[in-house]
């Protein structure tokens, strides 16, 4: 691993030599300590029986589900959680051999047949599903039962069978072969709100589920509920495994929640400047000639654009650092340029280096001041990267 001061390494698949990073116009930069240290805090708010599951899924946010997922597993998390198969696949293809759950709902034989070749754990969200689980197993002479967890819904409304219907549900699983419960679970929709209501009335709906499966004599092996917001809010929802994402990734889901752990944020992108020009005091910038120059100015066009995952809406209102000073973004960002009135920097140069997400001595730009101008949340920001900006994973 290489320190930042020394030639990063790609992330993932993407191979390139010395040279080909540095002539890179565009990269996320994965920092892999921070990755690291973040995990560390976050086991020492839980118990030493509670399992911290990371989940990688969404191409861990975005950051690069390989290397994410190697080095969490190295730093005390013991499951992954991914959305979908092709996801864990990628994972058991770069060999990582930890348990990894897929929390997405799963049907076919095709599906199936990949979630038992490549030993993956499936959710089982309705009796119907798991009947198909079954059947299928049987049909292809599949020898061994494999792991399943059953989904409760207790108000997210989305996957998972009622939680009024937890026992009758978890009775039918446990006697279909080839079926074996590794554990029973639930999603907080408001973990991350001020008001605990609807949260408290959940805890307690997945409690009553519980009592139920319990009165039939079913003692379940592992239960988990809590996400980000909830692992960092109150140990009572801990149980026996959390289900991380976005805090380990170094940003709080919720502004209240931000003094809780010395997150660092893992992410940071950036670019170079390809051109330096001066334009005179009436001269459009950009598509539309949204932004007409007052006064004559020195630009700076970047290699980046909404192609690359930098939102369109932020034309304008967004910020960037060069040389650990903000400069104002104008004009309407394009395809694969944006531009920057660099104006008060008279020495820049091109090739220079652009943080546009990230921290320059005391200056910090983060995904969560592009989301709150965008009026969105910062998992759809880390998520919008496309894979045409290669990861560099460093420490």
């Given at each position: ?132 689980f079954s059947e299928t197993l049987e049909a292809i002479k599949f020898t061994d039962s494999i792991p399943v967890h059953i989904k409760l819904d ?181 395809m694969d340029q944006l531009m920057l009135d660099v104006s008060t920097i008279p020495n820049i140069q091109e090739g220079e280096i652009v943080t ?40």
């Open positions: 691993m290489l320190s930042r001061k020394q030639t990063p390494r790609l992330a993932e698949n993407q191979q390139c030599d010395t040279y080909a990073w540095f002539s890179q116009r565009a990269w996320v930069e994965i920092d892999l300590g921070a990755l690291s240290d973040n995990v560390h805090q976050l086991r020492s708010l839980l118990s030493p029986h509670t399992e911290l599951m990371a989940v990688v899924k969404a191409d861990a946010y975005g950051h690069g589900a390989v290397t994410v997922a190697q080095t969490v597993l190295q730093s005390g998390a013991s499951w992954l959680g991914v959305a979908t198969v092709p996801e864990a696949i990628q994972l058991r293809e770069a060999g990582i051999k930890a348990p990894i759950l897929i929390l997405g709902a799963t049907h076919t034989l095709e599906q199936i047949h990949a979630i038992a070749h490549w030993k993956l754990q499936p959710t089982l969200c309705t009796p119907k599903q798991a009947l198909i207790t108000g997210m409304s989305r996957l998972g069978t009622n939680w009024q219907q937890a026992g009758e549900f978890v009775q039918l699983v446990q006697r279909l072969p080839m079926l074996e419960i590794k554990s029973i679970y639930s999603h907080l929709a408001t973990a991350d709100s001020l008001d605990p209501q609807v949260m408290i009335q959940q805890h307690q709906r997945f409690e009553e589920a519980i009592a139920q499966i319990k009165a039939l004599g079913i003692k379940p092996p592992c239960l988990h509920l809590a996400n980000s917001a909830a692992t960092l809010c109150d140990p009572a929802l801990h149980y026996d495994m959390v289900r991380v994402g976005l805090a380990i990734y170094g940003l709080s889901p919720a502004v209240h929640l931000r003094s809780h752990l010395d997150f660092k944020p893992v992410l940071q992108l950036k670019a170079r400047v390809t051109h330096i020009k001066t334009i005179a005091a009436g001269t459009g910038v950009s598509y539309g000639h949204r932004f007409i120059a007052p006064h004559e100015m020195r630009l700076a066009v970047v290699g980046i654009g909404y192609a690359d995952g930098v939102p369109r809406n932020l034309s304008g209102k967004m910020q960037v650092l060069i040389q650990g000073r903000r400069v104002p973004q104008i004009g309407a960002i394009t546009l997400l990230g921290q320059e001595g005391k200056e910090e730009i983060s995904a969560d001041d592009w989301a709150e101008q965008l009026n969105t949340i910062s998992w759809e920001i880390l998520c919008g990267f496309k894979h045409r900006l290669p990861r560099v994973g460093v420490i």
